[in-house]
């Protein structure tokens, strides 16, 4: 049962790093590591790694006298990432219990990770104890699901059709889009030199079908919602004509979908 449904996670993990990681996360991984100011020989910890896109991108930018290193929960995202890219070191555990030494990295980063943590403050206190005095923490999360173009036309969609729990399931990424509470959340958990910059980016996905699809049998499962092949093929087919506007000439879907990137450093003393 274990390895059915590790393989199940995997496939999953797959899906994830095919579909999402080109739509919507590789984008942000530049802006991160700038955040970050990661650079060459440095050793760097990507947080809530999922399938290693940040820290494949960090590995370029230390070259081989660097190391990076990513930290996830996920069996099957770990798995994953340890095919894309076993140069790498993955490691399974927590954001609240990070499996490292005190000061054991020259920057840390999470790219959309925060929003899931269970203890988000002991999260980022966790990112400050391994993380050595007076380095850097670059931390990205989605602005607020209004400022979000076509996702909260979605969340509409599932309200109506499948109920709050599955439109509730696609809010979760952006709860944290409130810049004052998120510049409020740092400081309070002891990062200092806190700033939050509001960048846009774009989401690129192949069609409508596949970008809704993808996160009824993807994102909401892993959110605990299932439904039933009926309501999936009611949602489908009244996504496209509710999505009709972000459809461009060749298909795609494409979208502003704009992030917070969070910067702050290890205290020195």
Known sequence: ???????????????????????????????????????????????????????????????????VAGVDPGRGMLAVANELAPHIEWIEGAAESIPYPDRSFDAVCCQFGLMFFTDRSQALREMLRVLKPGQKLAVAVWDSLENSAAYPIEVALLERLAGKAAADALRAPFVLGDNAALADLFENSGVESVSVATHNGTARFPSVKTMVEADLRGWLPVMGVLLNEEQIYEILAE?????????????????????????GTAPTV
């Open 1 to 67: 049962m274990q390895d059915a449904n590790l393989e199940d996670q995997i496939a999953g993990a797959r899906a994830y790093e095919n579909l999402h990681v080109p739509a919507l996360f590789k984008q942000w991984c530049p802006r991160v590591l700038d955040g970050a100011r990661v650079s060459v020989g440095d050793r760097v910890l990507d947080v809530a790694c999922g399938t290693g896109v940040l820290a494949r991108e960090a590995a370029v930018r230390v070259g081989g006298t660097g190391f």
């Open 239 to 263: 996504a496209e004509s509710a999505l009709a506007e972000y459809v461009a000439r060749d298909g795609q879907v494409v979208f502003n979908a704009p992030a917070h990137i969070v910067t």
